[in-house]
């Protein structure tokens, strides 16, 4: 398992903006396949997008695409969530995931077996 560490999120406006970051302390994400995750109070965690290891292919829950941007630079050892256009439903914990052998499906939580601590985005008025 590697240790993850997400930084970035904060009290932001409707419409505003956040990058959230990933780091790996000690191991090379690069290896990794990293997800975002996301869980809001009551509710489960679920998919927000995801980025492979292997060919850098991203994915997209429907409600974050066009609005979401993963990326990682290898050369920083970090992964990336820049999210723009935020809306109050946006407002969760947000978490980073990895998965050293690529998921089936890169949206269920089953198939990362390391995480984050998580951090707070909250989108209000």
């Known amino acids: 398992q590697v240790q993850l560490v997400e930084s970035g999120g904060g009290l932001v406006q409707p419409g505003g903006s956040l990058r959230l970051s990933c780091a790996a302390p000690?191991?090379?994400?690069?290896?990794?396949?990293i997800g975002w995750f996301r869980q809001a109070p009551g509710k489960e965690r679920e998919g927000v997008s995801c980025i492979s290891s292997s060919d850098g292919s991203t994915y997209y829950t429907d409600s974050v695409k066009g609005r979401f941007t993963i990326s990682r630079d290898n050369a920083k050892n970090m992964v990336y969530l820049q999210m723009n256009s935020l809306r109050p439903e946006d407002t969760a914990v947000y978490y980073c995931?990895?998965?050293?052998?690529?998921?089936?499906?890169?949206?269920?939580?089953?198939?990362?077996?390391?995480w984050g601590q998580g951090t707070q985005v909250t989108v209000s008025s």
């Open positions: 000690g191991f090379t994400l690069d290896y990794y396949t």
């Open positions: 995931a990895g998965a050293f052998f690529r998921p089936h499906d890169w949206y269920s939580t089953y198939e990362y077996d390391s």
